[in-house]
């Protein structure tokens, strides 16, 4: 297939498919707010709400009407839900609850600050689809929150026995790299360039690690390899994820050393997360080769090899690297024959090692309207600029 090929059918799949599938099945009109526990015909099997998949919903919404296309309907989904964050989302002190029951009232408190990290961005691409300054101020208070908890983000949650193992999580950096693009017109600039600079710095210096060639999950305080099993844990799908925030920040500040660090840390990860027997990326791996701990180690998800898609594909348009090309196309054919449900819409989440289907569902606590639209959206822009990059270069 060719480059504008590709870019139609990815397009189609968003906006034909994925698109439909939550705007149709998702809205909950009698409380507000999405249900996001669906069958694989979109049908409700559990009510609760997670506030992370809440916000992450609005912020698709909010993107989808900001980057394609000016739908009242897309923004007055997003507003909805909202609306129920609005009035359901936080505990008195302005941090966010994990979930709550079909009316709002909490279930889970709020013991880790991801639920805020997604409020922070879907508020900051709301305030850009409405110009509301409420939105831009929940954005804003948000974040700050965030960067005030960001050394401890779990408090009085944390199991981990204080001082004995502590160690720096890749979960927290990784998402600050695009959290803070994500509500740039927002914030000021001095702040901008400073959680950037601290964040490049974080992930390339401290959690890449040039003796293993590899991103790990978790290192020590003091940025030191933990011989562990959660120091010795790799997860392909964050280090990809990360990768392709790294290439957006590159872009922006014009730091093509870092595109080309992005790009080749990128092609290590899927060089040692690609099962050779099978296909796919495993979830998780030691470092070490020893078992991990997650028994689930060797399931192929959804969100990995999307992200995985997106990194790609940027770094082919960036370098022009042709492994990348090579990579993306044996991800592309690896995704749309397992996780694409052609009959029903949207896209399965969870695959067994061989590469069947372990549940059918399209959404539930940890799969939601997410990566899939994003990585869709991502995916048809990047093949876009491809083609308009190569017609460019066959007219010079």
């Known amino acids: 297939m060719e480059f504008r090929e590709y870019e139609v059918l990815y397009r189609d799949n968003l906006l034909n498919d994925v698109v439909p599938f939550w705007l149709n099945k998702s809205e909950d009109k009698d409380f507000g707010g999405y249900f996001t526990c669906l069958d694989r015909n979109g ?18 919404f909010s993107m989808l009407y900001n980057e394609v296309e000016k739908k009242q309907e897309w923004l007055d989904f ?23 029951n079909q009316q709002g009232a909490p279930l889970i408190q709020p013991y880790n600050i991801f639920s805020d990290c997604f409020a922070t961005m879907a508020y900051g691409q709301l305030f850009k689809a409405t110009g509301n300054p409420a939105h831009a101020k929940i954005a804003k208070e948000t974040f700050f929150n965030i960067l005030q908890r ?35 017109h927002v914030l000021d600039a001095f ?4 959680c950037i600079k601290e964040g490049v710095d974080t992930v390339i210096n401290k959690f890449y690690r040039a003796e293993f060639g590899m991103i790990l999950e978790n290192i020590n305080i003091d940025g030191t ?19 392709w925030f790294l290439m957006d920040i590159g872009l922006r500040n014009d730091d093509k050393e870092l595109i080309r660090k992005a790009t080749d840390i990128s092609l290590a990860l899927l060089e040692f997360g690609w099962d050779q027997q099978y296909g796919g990326i495993f979830y998780f791996l030691d470092i070490m080769g020893h078992p991990p701990q997650q028994l689930e180690w060797d399931q ?9 898609i997106v990194c790609m594909l940027k770094g082919y348009l960036h370098t022009g690297d042709i492994r990348c090309w090579q990579w993306f196309e044996k991800l592309h054919t690896y995704c749309f024959d397992h996780f694409v449900d052609k009959e029903c819409g949207e896209w399965y989440g969870y695959l067994s090692r061989q590469g069947e289907v372990l549940l059918t569902l399209k959404g539930g606590k940890w799969k939601g309207c997410f990566h899939v639209p994003r990585g869709l ?7 876009k600029q491809i083609a308009e990059k190569r017609h460019l270069q066959h007219q010079n």
């Open 225 to 243: 390899f933990s011989d562990s099993f959660e120091g010795r844990l790799v997860n392909p799908g964050h280090g990809l994820e990360s990768m």
């Open 300 to 308: 192929k998800l959804w969100w990995v090899h999307v992200e995985a």
């Open 191 to 194: 702040v901008v360039n400073q």
């Open 150 to 184: 960001r050394e401890n983000p779990k408090g009085k949650y944390a199991k981990a026995y204080p001082e004995t193992r502590p160690l720096q999580s890749f979960a927290i950096p990784m998402i600050l790299t695009n959290l803070v693009l994500e509500i740039e």
């Open 377 to 383: 959206y991502q995916a048809s822009e990047t093949l």
């Open 78 to 100: 997003a507003l909805q839900g909202a609306a129920f964050l609005d009035k359901h989302g936080r505990d008195e002190h302005g941090d966010w609850y994990f979930s709550l």
């Open 43 to 60: 049908e409700v099997y559990d009510t609760d709400k997670f506030i992370w998949l809440q916000c992450r919903q609005v912020w698709t």
